[in-house]
């Protein structure tokens, strides 16, 4: 038990107490001002549209939350099905290759989607063509969202890990500095496009089609640079072998294909290559450390679309609900700071089940005292408050989290 508790406490790495310069003799500096450049122009881009696309299908069809509403869901559905397959292409190809087409295939959904926009605007909302063009859009939404997917996966996975190891920087450093562009996007685009919005719908719809087209090349480039920068990430990527019983698993789906009123033998392993990532990654030794941060999201008690709708059906003004909005921010960009410190101090273990009791302490108080108060005016700036409260938790537990699942790949390819 005593041995248990102090493997805890130590840290989990220590090759950065001592970090020197790298060997390439290439400006260390230079190299990551170019990654978080392309991180940059790709947050933003992802930011602006996913927030975008929500006003523009209300000023499509408004005074109802069916569209936006369908949208997002197909949206999100096409993440949850097919992620398993992303990191499966991530995992086997080249770094360079996995970031370009993710990339491209993002700005291209952007840009079609764009266009189908202005479509629906110049026509009536109830005819077919409309109609169509929407479920075109719901389409590329979900290719866009894939390509997300694929760049989070490849950049946050994969060549943070290998940069780090390669340059000798900190890897928390990189990791709090991508994080904080996430919230900064996060916080400005928002607003940007809103006021865009203000001066027409179809200003703020070619205005995001055109940053999305245009920075499409300084972030091809920036990436591009990166790469050849990092001899590291141009190395064969060690990844390891299927267990058998997976691969059992997948000589039973292709045996079943050929009986009677099976499917053919191509769908099958497609469902099965859809299957068995599901079931290594639950095998894997941070299954529910990865799995409880995705649970975090799966929320209301946060600022997003439902909250929003709240405060604005019980009298809060836009301009309220966006300094509620700014002040959830600056909690989420305090987390940045305290979660490197803190896991540093006692270890990325203990530190995300401080931050999570902190997240769950903080919504306690605030819905007890709302529900206390029966929902009056005390009793939503009691919520409010908690809300914005539990977002240091939330992202210091995220930023945790990722440390965690950083070093068990990175030991993974150590030992292979």
Known sequence: MDNELDADEAPLVQENEHIEPPSNGHDVRRTLLKLYLSHTLSAWSSRTFEFGAVLFLAAIFPGTLLYASSYALIRAASAIVFSPLIGHYVDGNNRLKVIRLAITWQRISVAVSCL???????????????????????????????????????????????????????????????????????????????????????????VVFGFSSASIVIEYVAIAQVYQEVAALGMAKDTPEPREDELELQDQAVEDSSCSFAQPRTFVRLITRILVPWRVYMRNSVFLASFSLNLLYLTVLSTGVQFTTYLLAVGFTSLDVSFVRTAAVIFELLGTVTAPFITNKIGPIRSGLWFINWQLATLIVGVSLFVWTNGDWTGSISLISGVILSRLGLWGFDLSVQFLIQEVRFATSEML
Do not use: Y
């Open 116 to 206: 189908l926009f202005i479509l629906m605007i110049e026509h009536e909302k109830e005819s077919s063509l409309v109609h169509a063009a929407f479920f075109i859009t719901a389409a590329f939404a979900c290719v866009e969202k894939l390509g997300a997917v694929g760049s989070t996966v490849a950049l946050e996975r994969d060549w943070v890990v290998v940069i780090t190891e390669e340059l000798r920087v900190d890897r928390q450093d990189v990791n709090t500095m991508m994080r904080r562009i996430d919230l900064l996007c996060k916080l400005l685009a928002p607003l940007f496009v809103s006021f865009m919005d203000a001066n027409g719908t179809k200003m703020a719809i070619w």
